[in-house]
């Protein structure tokens, strides 16, 4: 008999690849993707590793599916902004063994930077996206994924939402399958994508996406239920779910195959359903695609092109808003803060003592823009914190970033960072480059990295050095420090601005919730000795709060003893006392 068990749609991914008989896995951490290698890396069947960006992990996982083994490489949606360029060319030259990319898209801006839907960039590069609904369709579509990749000679993508990727539902396990190497055999017009051989493959894309569109009204992933024939919606993924809870009796058509999307299945829905509602989320992909096709169909006009859909969306705009049991209750704001003992929070408290502004990037430090600390001024993606902070001098001067800084993140410097470190030493930058070495990737929740000495499985490895790194690409100013020594950080950090070199500085301290730390310490208030001056607030820690006399409290459950808050009181009312 078949166990069944309950998963997390990444972990059913995961399952999944193991299943097909994948034998290697290259990514890089970003929410919502990031557990399904942590899961995988758990199956000793499977090569798994974190690479320093997506563009690298895509490019490890062809040159896997070339040399002729079934590969994987996952990702964010922003992370295949990042791989897009191996991935346009992947899909001319086709496979060797099946190859599947995971792309997680954010509706809602759960922990992105922006809302965008892989399926547009999917139909641009000319790849077939396959979109689960539950646990189980995440682990079955993987395996779908490479039969079709392997049929059609094509990478596919397997496209998922924050919701389906951290909810559970029950899944079916089934054994392994030990998939045969293919043969390689070197291939120039194949492999090797010149102008000459690329506008040949070019054809051989054009000629595949028919093939598959036309195939497609046949695939298991797709299926039409017929029920009431005057309501019927053609929908997708996780909306798919919201639909059959709201109108269990409504006609569906369900693409489990995005894109292309089948004619064929259109044409025979839309012949049997009266009122057809297009209800997918993010982008109008399948709709436009079926007024193309000359059909009337309602869709954003009535839903959003925003945020994640839900039942109460739908609801409102079926029957409407009277019933109260469908309003959304609004649940306390509670915005995303720097951990107690956070080395950020020490940085950025000198930062903001400097009146300096920040060029900010990608990471926990992003956190710095808010109030109280109010440091970063921009974010845009990874890396651009180091190309913003140049392109403000080469395009004002010196004098407008004497008051600038870049900061970013040990794991961000790596993955594109050091790129634009590189552009400041070519192009002859004086800025001051801060790099908040916490020893992990820790925003994603604390993988390593190629700085930390471990691998995803947990085995030792070379840790590069992020100050030999900086000398070697020509900076000749570099600094390391301790995050908190803030007497030493404004120092340097206004020598730094100040002077005519490029400098970087690197703040070092272990971010608070790696594992292994150890806080013996607590700070304590002598109420006796506080004059409510409320200088040590201005850090933010969540662990002080005022009493109803003004003065200052720590909470003991919440402080880690980093005493940053010592260094801002000039009372001494504040007091290391160890538990």
């Not at 909306?239 to 999307?261: H, M, R, T, W």
């Not at 399948?286 to 039942?311: C, M, N, P």
């Not at 395009?395 to 008051?403: C, N, S, T």
């Not at 993988?447 to 030792?460: M, V």
């Amino acid at each position: 008999m078949a166990k069944k068990t309950i998963m997390l749609g990444n972990e059913a991914i995961a399952r999944g690849a193991f299943e097909a008989g994948v034998k290697l896995s290259s990514a890089y951490p970003g929410t919502p993707s990031t557990e399904i290698s942590e899961y995988l890396a758990k199956y000793d069947e499977v090569y798994t590793e974190w690479a320093p960006n997506e563009k690298v992990a895509a490019e490890v996982a062809i040159g896997a599916s070339i040399s002729g083994v079934r590969s994987l490489a996952c990702m964010k949606h922003v992370g295949l902004n990042v791989a897009s360029d191996p991935l346009y060319t992947f899909a001319y030259t086709g496979v060797g063994g099946g190859s599947v990319f995971v792309v997680a898209d954010d509706p809602g801006l759960a922990s992105s930077q922006n809302e965008q839907d892989t399926r547009m960039v999917a139909r641009s590069a000319h790849v077939p996206v396959l979109e689960p609904a539950d646990s189980q369709e995440a682990k079955d579509f993987v395996k779908f994924g490479y039969e079709i990749s392997e049929k059609y000679d094509t990478p596919v993508i397997l496209r998922t939402t924050t919701k389906l990727a951290h909810s559970q539902s029950t899944v079916e396990l089934c054994d392994r399958t030990e998939v045969e190497d293919k043969e390689y055999s070197r291939n120039l017009s194949k492999y090797v994508m010149m102008p000459a051989s690329a506008i040949v493959r070019h054809l051989v894309v054009e000629d595949r996406e028919i093939r598959m569109a036309n195939d497609a009204c046949d695939f298991s992933v797709n299926k039409i239920e017929i029920k009431d024939k005057k309501l019927g919606f053609i929908t997708c993924g996780i909306a798919y779910q919201y639909v059959k809870e709201v109108c269990p009796d409504a006609s569906v058509l369900k693409f489990g195959l995005v894109n292309p999307i089948s004619r064929k299945l259109v044409d025979k829905f839309m012949s049997e359903v009266e009122t057809v509602y297009v209800f997918e989320e993010l982008e109008p992909v399948i709709e436009e695609q079926v007024r193309a096709w000359g059909y009337d169909v309602k869709g954003k006009e009535l839903f959003t092109k925003q945020g994640e859909y839900s039942s109460n969306m739908l609801r409102r705009v079926l029957y409407g808003a009277d019933d109260a049991v469908f309003e959304k209750q609004e649940a306390p704001a509670r915005p995303p803060i720097l951990c107690p003992g956070c080395p950020h929070r020490s940085v950025f408290s000198v930062l903001n003592k400097l009146k300096i502004h920040a060029s900010g990037d990608i990471g926990c430090y992003t956190l710095g823009a808010v109030a109280p600390l109010s440091v970063i001024d921009t974010t845009i993606c990874m890396g651009a914190s180091i190309s913003a902070l140049h392109g403000m001098e080469k395009a004002r001067g010196k004098e407008f970033i004497k008051d600038w800084v870049a900061v970013i993140g040990d794991s961000t410097f790596l993955h594109t960072g050091i790129n634009s470190l590189i552009n400041m030493v070519y192009n002859k930058s004086t800025g001051t480059v801060m790099i908040l070495d916490n020893r992990t990737t820790g925003m994603t929740g604390h993988q390593e990295h190629a700085a930390t000495g471990k691998t995803l499985k947990g085995d030792d490895t070379y840790a590069i050095d992020l100050a030999e790194l900086c000398r070697a690409v020509g900076v000749k100013n570099v600094i390391e420090i301790s995050s908190f020594d803030v007497n030493g950080l404004e120092k340097v950090i206004k020598e730094s601005v100040n002077g005519d070199a490029l400098t970087v500085i690197i703040a070092k301290a272990p971010c608070v919730l790696l594992k292994g730390q150890k806080f013996p310490n607590k700070c304590k208030v002598d109420p006796d000795l506080c004059k409510k001056c409320g200088a040590c607030m201005k850090i933010g820690c969540p662990a002080m709060t005022r009493t109803e006399d003004k003065k200052v409290k720590i909470d003991p459950t919440m402080c880690n003893g980093c005493g940053l808050c010592q260094n801002y009181c000039k009372f001494g009312a504040i007091q290391t006392v160890e538990m």
